[in-house]
């Protein structure tokens, strides 16, 4: 079945200091790929997402390319804020059919600090 | 936008009562909702995806007698744990996928169920 593995957090950094998080994933077929964002006392956003092999999400400055041959999907900015404090979630879906089941990784909380 | 709220927030009941969770879709139709359990430092786990209309298809394990899943319109989901105990204790998320051809799921800010 799919699965995603992520980092685990949490991930504390200063503000303005470089962001990686890291995704792998497992899947039969060509899943499309996801970054959800969930902010305290809020629910889960969309950040970013990718449909195919090497597409490259981008989203409020995060990015993140979709790479078949490693099978990751790892999440990057380049100069983080407090207001990026959130936990952040890797996820799939599989292409076929209409359900569109989303498998999720267990989240890495970030904590940016000044 | 597309906004999702789940009522209630939070909520605290007696071993061997029941439940009931609200998903509601705002500003637009869902045609299909989905409903997620949240174990601490765990991954969302899909629970069933809830068709407008239909049965409910619930994913391998959970238990459909215990978690009733109710689609009555375009803008309204709702989870009943019937019987609940202190293991079905847990953060309870919803999401809706407007009507159409558009797989993005829209997340509810979830219900913190605890029983005692």
């Known amino acids: 079945g799919n699965s995603v593995t992520q980092m685990e957090g949490p991930v504390t950094l200063s503000e303005e200091a470089f962001l990686t998080i890291n995704c792998t994933y497992t899947?039969?077929?060509?899943?499309?790929l996801f970054w959800y964002v969930q902010y305290p006392g809020e629910g889960l956003q969309l950040l970013l997402k990718a449909t195919k092999a090497d597409d490259k999400g981008s989203n409020k400055g995060f990015e993140a390319t979709y790479r078949k041959e490693t099978t990751s999907f790892h999440l990057e900015k380049g100069s983080v804020q407090v207001s990026d404090s959130a936990v952040y979630f890797c996820?799939?879906?599989?292409?076929?059919?209409?359900?569109?089941?989303?498998?999720f990784g267990t989240g890495t909380r970030l904590q940016v600090t000044l | 936008g597309a906004v999702v709220s789940q009522h209630p927030s939070r909520v605290i009941c007696k071993s061997g009562t029941s439940v009931k969770i609200e998903c509601r879709s705002l500003?637009?139709?869902?045609?299909?909702m989905f409903w997620y359990r949240q174990f601490p430092k765990k991954s969302l786990m899909l629970m069933a995806t809830?068709?407008?209309?239909?049965?409910?298809?619930?994913e391998q394990g959970v238990e459909k007698d215990k978690f009733l899943i109710n689609h009555a319109s375009l803008t309204l989901s709702t989870l009943t744990v019937t019987s609940a105990h202190p293991e079905d204790s847990s953060f309870y998320i919803c999401?809706?996928?407007?009507?159409?051809?558009?797989?993005?799921?829209?997340f509810g800010p979830g219900t913190r169920l605890t029983v005692t």
């Open positions: 996820a799939l879906s599989g292409n076929t059919g209409t359900a569109s089941k989303l498998t």
């Open positions: 999401s809706a996928r407007k009507t159409g051809l558009s797989y993005e799921q829209y």
């Open positions: 500003d637009f139709q869902a045609t299909t």
């Open positions: 809830s068709n407008e209309g239909s049965k409910a298809t619930y």
């Open positions: 899947a039969t077929g060509y899943p499309s």
